[in-house]
Each structure stands twice: as structure tokens, then as C-alpha cells.
């Protein structure tokens, strides 16, 4: 049921598989987003993410929104495999992206440039 796709980078996206599963990726802007289970806010700035560091597992949807003044993306990854949660958004902009959550710890870091290097990283706990 998985569907996976080999990304330009090192990214394995695999949507529906262990850990991070996404629920139609990230969602088109035309699209009215599905909601799926509660909201968690994420916001991201220079270069920092805020985001609640544990979870409990199953469906939540995230709401990303970019406050910084430059692109920001998000990735999660654990020991096996790395997910793109959001590609680079841009300053001001907000996407709204279901995913299902298993039990597992997960880097949640963003994607552009070396933001993760300087502190656009977090740790994810889902239980
Ligand atoms: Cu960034």
C-alpha cells in the first residue's frame, strides 16, 4: 500500500510506511486540506522550530507556518528512513498536512540549505 518515491537528494519518501505517514503529501494549494485529528501548530523562524515534542501515536494534522523571513521546508527522519513532512514554504505562508503517527522517536529538522546545522532542528516523541 505504500508508495514510495526516490527524491534528487538522499530522501526516501515513503508515505504510508513506518513512522511518518502522509496522508497525500504535502497538499496542493487548490485543495481544501483534509483535517486529520487534532491540530499541532509548527511554526518555523531563524532558525528555530517550535512544535510540542511529544505525541501521542495516530492522525494528527500539522500546521506549518513559516514566521522567518526566508524558505523553510520540514523533514522527519528516524535510524531507518527520512520523510518530507513539507516542501520549502515560503515567509508568511501556511500548509496544513495530515499524517499518521507511530510510536517511534523522530529529528523533525528543516530541509533548506544548512538551517538544521544552526538550530532548525527538534525531537519528536510519539507514544
Ligand atoms: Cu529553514
Redesign the pocket.
Known amino acids: 500500500m505504500g508508495r514510495c518515491f526516490l527524491r534528487t537528494e538522499v530522501v526516501l519518501l515513503c508515505m504510508l510506511a513506518v513512522g511518518f505517514a502522509t496522508d497525500g503529501a504535502v497538499l496542493a494549494k487548490d485543495k481544501a486540506p483534509k483535517i486529520k485529528g487534532p491540530i499541532v501548530e509548527v511554526m ?1 523562524t ?2 528555530a522550530i517550535q512544535m510540542p515534542s511529544s505525541f501521542k501515536h495516530g492522525w494528527v494534522t500539522l500546521r506549518i507556518s513559516n514566521k ?1 523571513d ?4 520540514l523533514r522527519a527522519q528516524d535510524s531507518k528512513k527520512t520523510w518530507e513532512l513539507a516542501p520549502p514554504i515560503a515567509p508568511g505562508k501556511t500548509v496544513l498536512v495530515p499524517i499518521q503517527l507511530r510510536k517511534g522517536t523522530f529529528m523533525v529538522y ?4 544548512e ?1 538544521a546545522t544552526v538550530g ?1 532542528q527538534a525531537v519528536a516523541y510519539v507514544q
Request: with cysteine; charged share 5%.
Open positions: 518555523l531563524e532558525y522567518g526566508a524558505l523553510h521546508g528543516c530541509s533548506t540549505a538551517h532548525m
